[in-house]
């Protein structure tokens, strides 16, 4: 079930046109629900970066993965 919320929103004039034009949509509401989706959507990749390096997740990605090329020895080498 899709769920709608009426709002008023104060929003600059321009701001808002040039988001209608550049984004091909027809209608204001549909401009700034896909702005806000786009929002959404670099918040939430800027947190996974974040989390690069913080020790939050623990274990062995090449396990994990079942990648067999991770094997010590079956790499292959460059040609030399």
Excluded: C
């Amino acid at each position: 079930t899709l769920h709608m919320k009426r709002t008023n929103l104060v929003l600059r004039e321009g701001l808002l046109e040039e988001a209608l034009r550049l984004s091909g949509e027809r209608t204001f509401s549909r401009t700034v629900e896909l702005a806000l989706e786009s929002y959404i959507r670099r918040i939430k990749a800027r947190r996974i970066l974040e989390l690069g390096g913080s020790d939050l997740w623990q274990g062995d990605l090449a396990t994990m993965r079942r990648d067999p090329s991770t094997k010590r020895g079956s790499s292959p080498r460059a040609p030399g």
